[in-house]
């Protein structure tokens, strides 16, 4: 790292994995593509200090699935790194290998959104029931509840 | 013990088995009350224990699956009727008419029959909890059982002799043993307490650790016999360190009539036993639950080395004054 | 002894919460353990999206029964954030008090519980009892206990009056002293420090690698508070510091606890008595222009995080929800290893879980009794067909 860390100089160095940002006064949104996030991660981590995951969202958009990676560190700027996945068959390398708690948050946007993240060791449901239906993402747009079919595709009769 | 018919009575009537489980259930309610008072709660009406003790006797008994129902049915009579029976030895009114030289020994070896139900109990349940607090019942019976035997056995030495009643006698024509033996009292608090599987000691039904260990399978009369044991247990072992060390139920002074010293006798026994309840309910509230491991330490370091060194003293002083 | 599976949860006396741990134990030695929230996902992110802010308030409040007011007001800062309002000093300051109210009433709550869990149940009664008077404040101020429904976009909902702020500040010395005094017994009480000292120790690089917030993050002495880091409401103002220990074991999170609540009764006193006049609430549009915002705030659990998208209507595109309570699992099934049977409970509860927070998705329906999700929209219609002369 050189000079004093601004988000001038985060924002420069962030220019070449994709379209930087500010959002707001101490955050800087960061689009790239999913096979550039592992490296975005560990330069920011290495450069800047970023060393904490405070959380991953997921949204449905309709079109795409976004992912948007927030990091913050000691100096408490806010980069978020975002990515767009196709809807079908969609797959990420995941970074549980350089931050831990990625874990947790990427099992469970599988559970909701049905993203794959490859290299993952331990991808098994951990938001929903056993039981409930392998293929149905329930926080994604275009998942209705049917009407007849409760959890484990129980038909139920209806009260 | 020429007459049968008092005989009989004072087992099965008073002092004996009817009074014993009116008090228990007594003392079961007070220990309960002082605990609530001091936790600043309204703490349970009088007849609380009595309502739950016939509660769970009418309640349904379930058996889980593939335990040996006669066993099961048993193993708390058992500990009921060998706690029941250390009560007969210790002095109430006077001094005990069973007592024979040796009862000490027998009322501790009754004493420790319950841990082993407790034991047994768990073993037989069927169930990881169970069989956990049980594993922990059997490991606190060997860190706390040997300073609680030698503790209560050097009365025994000073006074010569291996009968309660006689230690008793002993007492008063000389000084009460908590005088003379400050720390052996301790001792046998702390192993009283532990005994009785109250906190700090309660580590064998944490309850929020193993559910209730040992007790998470027993339901409806047999958990309502295991109940009653433990507050039996509570009243022999109050009046078991009472008479060791309190000077037990009898005053230096002859009183006549007969009857006036049997009744100041007996509220000097509830008097006595009472005083042990509210420390041993203080150390109930003062305290939070040990580690079995934690128990492990102090117990081999601290209490067994200072009962080994209350029994050094008692030797000491038996070659230089009682004895010289 | 041959490892066994000790199965904890979700039905089990020390955790009153729908979680299950199998933990793999070799004597007393805990080996490893796995983890499965899934028991009551209550779809409460869906849900938000189907219906306008006013009424998501309400049932992001309903997220979790403890930290309520945190859930709205990170949602209502975002949402005021996209549409670009300022809120009114007075009801910066009067969040503010119900915050930090709030924070008090969760760490002694969890005060209670740790005590409770090392079977100390005399501390776990006295806590609890005390926490009545921060409640008995809440619902003078709010008229309710626990789900306060204090905010609204644009403000709060009700007015704090002279003679509510006199009570509420009546109440406070009562309250230090005894905090106070659960300082010193935090410090200084033998059972608790047997029991707490030493036990699920995390270094402040593994606090710091497994991503823990709060006071759980804290203890290890990382400084991160989001009330310092990224100042809200009225943090800036008040005067307070963010509390930090160096142990990192138990011990260490119930001392930041305890001082964390000495912290509030200062923040809370001086915004009593600093309270600005003036309006409570500005009006608010009834949409929000398409944006997106992370919304951090400092929940009594530690950071709570809420990214918000919204589309340009009345209604949210996502709102995603972090809790504290997920951030910390990671850290805790890396502390428990190695680590004595008897000390479960007090690690897990030493990171104050919620489950309801954590896991957000089910309905289940009492008639049936089968679970699963339904829109609101048929939720209205079930209703509506069930009970046609009441709606």
Not at chain 1, 66 to 87: D, F, M, N, Q
Not at chain 3, 180 to 186: I, Q, T
């Amino acid at each position: 790292m050189t000079g004093p860390l601004t988000l001038e100089s985060i924002a420069e160095k962030m220019k070449e994995f994709g379209v930087s940002e500010q959002a707001r006064k101490n955050r800087i949104r960061v689009t790239t593509t999913p096979d550039k996030v592992h490296d975005t991660i560990r330069t920011v981590q290495a450069m800047f200090g970023f060393d904490r995951l405070i959380t991953i969202s997921a949204v449905d958009n309709t079109r795409t699935l976004e992912l948007i990676y927030h990091l913050t560190g000691p100096h408490r700027i806010i980069v978020s790194i975002a990515v767009e996945l196709e809807r079908d068959q969609p797959a990420m390398p995941t970074i549980f290998d350089i931050l831990p708690p990625a874990g947790i948050y990427e099992r469970q946007i599988h559970d909701l959104f049905g993203i794959v993240f490859t290299g993952n060791p331990n991808m098994k449901r951990i938001m929903l029931n056993e039981d409930w239906p392998a293929d149905e993402y329930p926080l994604r747009k275009d998942w209705k509840p049917d009407p007849d079919t409760f959890y484990g595709g129980i038909k139920g009769e209806r009260s | 013990m020429t007459d049968p018919v008092f005989g009989l009575i004072y087992i099965f009537i008073f002092p004996g088995f009817l009074f014993l489980f009116i008090y228990a259930l007594f003392f079961a309610f007070l220990d309960r009350k002082i605990a609530s008072r001091m936790q600043q709660r309204v703490g349970p009406p009088f007849f609380q224990p009595f309502a739950d003790f016939i509660k769970m006797l009418g309640k349904e008994v379930i058996d889980p699956a593939g335990v040996d129902r006669v066993i099961f049915d048993a193993a708390p009579l058992v500990a009921l009727a060998a706690v029941m029976t250390a009560y007969l030895y210790v002095p109430i009114i006077g001094n005990s008419p069973l007592a024979f030289q040796g009862d000490l020994v027998v009322v501790l070896y009754l004493l420790s029959l319950p841990t082993l139900v407790l034991f047994l109990l768990g073993w037989l349940s069927r169930n990881i909890f169970s069989a956990i607090g049980g594993i922990r019942a059997i490991t606190q019976l060997f860190i706390y059982e040997v300073p609680f035997f030698l503790a209560l056995l050097t009365p025994a030495l000073m006074a010569g002799t291996w009968s309660i009643s006689e230690i008793v006698l002993w007492q008063q024509k000389n000084l009460w043993f908590v005088f003379l033996q400050p720390i052996g009292f301790i001792v046998a608090l702390i192993g009283l307490q532990a005994k009785l599987e109250r906190t700090p000691f309660d580590i064998p039904e944490a309850e929020t650790e193993i559910v209730a260990g040992p007790w998470t399978e027993l339901t409806g009369r047999r958990l309502a016999i295991m109940d009653l044991t433990i507050d039996v247990s509570l009243v022999v072992g109050s009046a078991l360190v009472a008479a060791l060390f309190l000077g037990g139920p009898l005053i230096p002074w002859a009183i006549t009539p007969a009857w006036l010293e049997g009744i100041i006798c007996f509220l000097l026994f509830l008097i006595k036993t009472l005083a042990v309840l509210l420390i041993l309910s203080s150390i109930k509230v003062a305290t939070g639950r040990i580690r079995i491991d934690q128990l492990n330490d102090i117990g081999w370091k601290y209490i067994a080395s200072a009962s080994l060194v209350q029994v050094g003293i008692v030797l000491v002083m038996n070659y230089l004054w009682v004895y010289a | 002894m041959p490892e066994v599976v000790v199965s904890i949860g979700p039905h089990h006396p020390a955790l009153k919460e729908p979680v299950n741990f199998k933990i793999i134990a070799d004597g007393e030695k805990i080996v490893r353990l796995e983890l499965d929230l899934s028991y009551n996902h209550r779809g409460v992110e869906k849900a938000a999206e189907q219906r306008d802010f006013i009424r998501v308030l309400p049932l992001l409040e309903r997220v979790c029964g403890i930290c309520s007011h945190s859930h709205s007001t990170a949602f209502a800062q975002g949402i005021e954030e996209i549409m670009q309002i300022e809120i009114p000093p007075r009801a910066r300051y009067i969040r503010t008090i119900i915050a930090e109210l709030e924070r008090m009433h969760s760490h002694l709550l969890w005060l209670g519980v740790a005590a409770h869990l090392i079977g100390f149940n005399t501390l776990f009664m006295w806590t609890w009892r005390d926490r009545e008077a921060v409640q008995d404040t809440v619902e003078e101020m709010s008229g309710n206990r626990v789900h306060y429904n204090m905010n609204e976009i644009g403000g709060v909902r009700c007015d704090l009056t002279p003679a509510q702020v006199n009570a509420a500040l009546a109440r406070l010395p009562n309250l230090e002293e005894r905090v106070n005094k659960y300082v010193d017994m935090v410090n200084y009480e033998e059972t608790m420090l047997l029991r707490f000292r030493g036990v699920g120790r995390l270094s402040k690089e593994e606090a710091l690698r497994y991503g823990t917030v709060g006071p759980t993050a804290r203890a290890s002495g990382i400084d991160y508070d989001t009330r310092k880091d990224d100042p809200y409401l009225a943090y800036a103002d008040a005067p307070w510091n963010v509390v930090t220990d160096t142990n990192g074991d138990v011990y260490g999170r119930t001392r930041v606890r305890v001082w964390e609540i000495q912290e509030s009764l200062r923040i809370v006193r001086y915004c009593l008595e600093n309270l600005p006049e003036g309006a409570i609430r500005v009006p608010a549009p009834k949409n929000a222009p398409k944006g997106e915002i992370l919304s951090r705030y400092e929940a009594p659990r530690g950071e709570l995080a809420h990214f918000i998208r919204t589309n340009g209507t009345d209604r949210v595109e996502r709102v995603d929800i972090r809790t504290p309570t997920l951030a910390n699992w990671t850290s805790v099934a890396m502390c428990l290893v190695n680590q004595n049977l008897a000390d479960i409970p007090v690690i897990v509860a030493a990171i104050d879980p919620c489950l309801s927070c954590t896991s957000r998705i089910t309905l289940v329906e009492n008639q049936t009794k089968k679970a699963g999700v339904i829109s609101f929209d048929e939720l209205i219609r079930r209703y509506r067909s069930r009970n046609p002369e009441e709606v």
